[in-house]
């Protein structure tokens, strides 16, 4: 990973890619509007990120740029000689508006001792979360530029789709699902790992680094539920983007993966888990009960078929498409991809923050123990 932020240009960072064909109306300017700082930082990390990775993958030049599109979603692969991932201007604007416009929940009650780390954050639980969001956002998609490179497919097209297969290799396309969702898991746990790393020595302790955690999943569920709509009648191989049921699962088993192979932290991951399903629900979350109905009554309903499709479909088939890069040592660093399991949440360690009736609820989630 780079260790310094460049600064960059977009007006020139555009003005290049329009010589080479990418229509000027396609294009969004941030400069004037009322989230042009996170927009510039977003370009900065992005664009640091990509040219850093250009000679060791690949992929020069590679480019990051924003479009009008307002809806939460992207485009990554290869057009008119970049390597590009077209990022529509919605997914900075809408993650700003959907985290940054909670303040009020989060400042109550319910919220307060869980929260109560977090006073010492030089940024805002808000903010953060937004910050989080992102970076998995990007760092899936840049998972869709490696594929691309190293299998030569220089198709570019939308990333969050729930569209018919239309005859395409389902599980091919699941598969690489699968991939970019563990390289945003990756890359959302390092962001997390080095805010936490960087707090002063007075804040640096675990429970702000389980606070900073449960923000981290939380940010996740909200995306997928508020976002990207976790609301859609399941299945399992019927459309080319598999749930997003199914994959809130494995992001979740990545991350605690990811976050319990670190022996220096400390994290207590079923409080984690349980907090920052309470801090989506009770901080952000729009609609409760929709998200309680497609995440909890889902979950129980589809459970054992989601790890089954995981571990049997999934998991196994990982050599059908061996350019992947969850194979490779940049992707896994120091984790190890375990036979999941099926294990029930130990109620008893649950968080006193978590306001759900337990007897009610039969959560799944893969282990990686």
Request: with cysteine; glycine share 4%; net charge negative.
């Given at each position: 990973m780079p260790q310094r932020i460049l600064y960059f240009d977009y007006q020139i960072l555009t003005e290049e890619l329009i010589e080479k064909g990418i229509?000027?109306?396609?294009?969004?300017?941030?400069?004037?509007?009322?989230?042009?700082?996170?927009?510039?930082?977003?370009?900065?990390?992005?664009q640091t990120f990509m040219s850093y990775y250009e000679d060791e993958?690949?992929?020069?030049?590679?480019?990051?740029?924003?479009?009008?599109?307002?809806?939460?979603?992207?485009?990554?692969?290869?057009?008119?000689?970049?390597?590009?991932?077209e990022?529509?201007?919605?997914?900075?604007?809408?993650?700003?508006?959907?985290?940054?416009?909670?303040?009020?929940?989060?400042?109550?009650?319910?919220l307060r001792e869980l929260l109560a780390p977090g006073v010492k954050f030089s940024h805002s639980i808000g903010s953060l979360m937004r910050d989080f969001s992102v970076r998995f956002f990007f760092d899936h998609?840049?998972?869709?530029i490696v594929q691309k490179a190293v299998s030569g497919d220089n198709l570019i097209e939308e990333e969050y789709q729930a569209n018919p297969t239309g005859g395409i290799d389902v599980l091919e396309s699941h598969l690489k699902e699968f991939d970019a969702d563990y390289r945003g898991s990756i890359g959302l746990a390092s962001v997390v790992i080095d805010y936490w790393t960087n707090l002063s020595s007075d804040c640096k302790d675990e429970s702000s680094l389980n606070l900073l955690t449960?923000?981290?999943?939380?940010?996740?569920?909200?995306?997928?539920?508020?976002?990207?709509?976790?609301?859609?009648?399941?299945?399992?191989?019927e459309f080319k983007h598999p749930h997003p049921l199914v994959r809130i699962n494995y992001i979740i088993h990545f991350l605690q993966q990811i976050f319990c192979s670190q022996e220096n932290l400390k994290i207590d991951w079923a409080a984690v888990l349980n907090n920052a399903i309470f801090l989506s629900t009770e901080g952000f979350?729009?609609?409760?009960?929709?998200?309680?109905?497609?995440?909890?009554e889902m979950n129980n309903m589809h459970y054992?078929?989601?790890?089954?499709?995981?571990n049997m479909d999934l998991k196994r088939n990982l050599s059908l498409v061996p350019f992947l890069g969850i194979h490779n040592s940049m992707a896994f660093q120091n984790v190890e991809m375990d036979e999941l399991k099926l294990v029930e949440l130990q109620f008893d360690k649950l968080s006193k923050y978590t306001k759900l009736n337990i007897n009610d609820l039969k959560l799944h989630f893969p282990s990686s123990s």
């Amino acid at each position: 990973m780079p260790q310094r932020i460049l600064y960059f240009d977009y007006q020139i960072l555009t003005e290049e890619l329009i010589e080479k064909g990418i229509p000027r109306a396609n294009i969004f300017y941030y400069r004037d509007t009322p989230h042009a700082f996170e927009f510039q930082k977003v370009l900065n990390t992005w664009q640091t990120f990509m040219s850093y990775y250009e000679d060791e993958l690949g992929i020069e030049p590679a480019r990051v740029y924003f479009t009008n599109n307002r809806d939460v979603n992207a485009k990554a692969g290869q057009k008119h000689g970049y390597y590009l991932i077209e990022m529509n201007s919605g997914v900075i604007v809408e993650a700003s508006r959907f985290f940054e416009s909670k303040e009020d929940r989060l400042s109550g009650e319910n919220l307060r001792e869980l929260l109560a780390p977090g006073v010492k954050f030089s940024h805002s639980i808000g903010s953060l979360m937004r910050d989080f969001s992102v970076r998995f956002f990007f760092d899936h998609e840049f998972g869709h530029i490696v594929q691309k490179a190293v299998s030569g497919d220089n198709l570019i097209e939308e990333e969050y789709q729930a569209n018919p297969t239309g005859g395409i290799d389902v599980l091919e396309s699941h598969l690489k699902e699968f991939d970019a969702d563990y390289r945003g898991s990756i890359g959302l746990a390092s962001v997390v790992i080095d805010y936490w790393t960087n707090l002063s020595s007075d804040c640096k302790d675990e429970s702000s680094l389980n606070l900073l955690t449960t923000m981290g999943i939380a940010s996740v569920l909200c995306s997928f539920s508020d976002l990207l709509k976790l609301d859609i009648d399941f299945y399992l191989k019927e459309f080319k983007h598999p749930h997003p049921l199914v994959r809130i699962n494995y992001i979740i088993h990545f991350l605690q993966q990811i976050f319990c192979s670190q022996e220096n932290l400390k994290i207590d991951w079923a409080a984690v888990l349980n907090n920052a399903i309470f801090l989506s629900t009770e901080g952000f979350i729009s609609d409760n009960s929709k998200f309680n109905s497609a995440f909890y009554e889902m979950n129980n309903m589809h459970y054992k078929e989601i790890i089954d499709y995981i571990n049997m479909d999934l998991k196994r088939n990982l050599s059908l498409v061996p350019f992947l890069g969850i194979h490779n040592s940049m992707a896994f660093q120091n984790v190890e991809m375990d036979e999941l399991k099926l294990v029930e949440l130990q109620f008893d360690k649950l968080s006193k923050y978590t306001k759900l009736n337990i007897n009610d609820l039969k959560l799944h989630f893969p282990s990686s123990s």
